[in-house]
């Protein structure tokens, strides 16, 4: 239970109240109709909040109030009916009328809306017409009282019948009541607007933390996930070890010559051993570059040199599948800083993905060639944004099996794979590409792709100059 | 509620609840033609979309309890739509008692229970507990066809504690009966809360019958 004085607010939302006349009604407003309402009956009025706080007034001196001030007892009069007005408050709903010595009354109507008084109006002084003579109390006053002077400034008053009265505090109470009705709307509806918006506010802060709160944890378990990675990646590459490295000493005869059939199993453990450890580094590896703690060595690279390299490496292979394996390099590249081994790993990926999906009689297509950084943005403001460094952009294209268009933007993700049957058809472990890609970003490059199925792909590494 | 022991006055505040469409603001329109412009105010209606509530409609009721002691009643609509819940929220905020306007028809019983569900939700959230508070339900539109029979409604009010009236909003068919029966329970409730007739003299009972002769309806049989 709430006691209301203690915890009036101005506009209470819960109950829709006010308090008073002045919270919700405009004072300007107020005026306005005091004006238009003298204007009309030549009648003063004067509107008082709640708190018996005068809001609006519009009257004219009254003559009488004037003459009688000039007495010697008259000022003390004039005072107190002003007083005596002033302090009364109506209880209930009923107009009260303030009759004076002077035989002039005020009429003290109480303001309520809905159910409750929130102020009070006051009309007069005003003359009521049944009134003839002056009263004798006014008279006696004082000796040097000017009778007819009195007589005359009292009908120079406002004179009013007692039913015109009535309609005319009927009419100003219900245009008060309109106008607090309307305000009161108006200003509930700004108070529901602005309540609605916190309220919706507070109700998506609450949700956008329960989401923050199970992405820090799903990145928590990201973390966890590259950490086991890591740690099982390392774990398994020792035993590994063991295994290529006794196998091998088997195939070099250091345990006793072997017969054909025992050289030819140790070369599968050999080979298989070779292959499991190339996987697990690339998870060791993927798991570092996801932690961020893969630290490249730059130093001067010659790009021409790089893939004129790979030729070497991958001629035999693309030889062995009758693919035509073309290499150019394209004019003066400029000196790159990178880690030559990491790039190589880059572009050996892409040459390796690239015979495997080449059928035979196709062609794979390395390319070096220098060109322009292009920075993210495009060619919006390109004079203040764009950068003069160039780089090299190595191109490396098949004429396989291609790929949906839907699909480019996916192959970068670690583990995906186009088609899960390429795996069993081609091997490989869906990680090369993600490696890849995260490899490129660790050089501040980009690498694109551009495919069509059954045409082929081209896969596009631009690794930018160091920056001077 | 909100007393006020200077000013002798007590305001409880009703909020007429329940899915889109069931008819709360056609309750209050009813009431507000119903009801002598002594006893009601003006009806104030907050914004509006397509005929639709979106803030609240706002009634408000006078009654005289005796020895100076004025008690007014504030009823209020919450907006139906599923969208609105926060303003449903802030509009159920210090209810004292609500009903529950449930539309007839047998294919809105789904949104009939979810509104109900929402109710409870959002009384919990104000720090109501909807297990103490008064709540009547109100069968409306029963001039439709494909509504629940008589019988269905009278058999599942059996089951429950809230009182069930029928009513027909439109026509002003049983919406006095439906406000008088939330006033009943929502008086007893604040009575056995903060003793009221202790307090202020006004006995429940004396009250009651203000409020039904007020409205225009004598003494319910019982």
Redesign the interface.
Known sequence: ?????A?AKSV??????IADLQDVVDRDALREICRSFFDLFNLSVRIYGGSGKLLASVSEPVELYQYLQELESGGKLVGDIVDAVKRLVP?GNEVERHETITGAVYDVVPIT?????VGRFVIGPFVPAELEQVPKALVRLDRSVDRMKLRDLLMKMPRVREETAERITDHLRSVIDLLL?SS??AH??SE?HV??VR??YR?LAEKTAKLQSAYDRLKELDQLKSNFLATVSHELRTPLTSIIGYSEMLEANIAGELNDEQREFIGTIHQKGNQLLGLISSLLDLSKLEQGVMRLAPQPVDAGGLIEDLERTFAPHAHKKGIDLVVEVRGELPALNADPLRLKQILANLAENAIKFTPEGGTVRMVAEATEWEDEGGDFGAVLMGSTREAVAFRISDTGIGMPSAELERIFDAFYQVDGSSTREHGGTGLGLSIVKRLVDAHGGAVTVDSKPGQGTTFTVTIPEAES | MQVDFHAREITVKLVYYGPALSGKTTNLQAIHQLVTSETAGRLMTLETRDDRTLFFDLLPLTFAGGQNLQVRFKLFTVPGQVMHNATRRLVLQGADGTAFIADSQKSETKANQQAFLNMRKNLQENGIDPDTHPVVVQFNKRDLPAVRTDEEIDRLATRGREPVFKAIATRGVGVIETFIGLTEITWRHLESVHQLHDKFGLHPDEFLDTVRERLGIGRAAE
């Not at chain 1, 209470?12 to 109240?17: E, H, P, R, T």
């Open positions: 239970m709430n006691d209301g004085a915890t209470d939302i819960a109950l829709g109240d209880t809306y809905q159910g409750r008084g009705f009161h709307r509930l509806t529901m309540a609605s309220e919706s109700e």
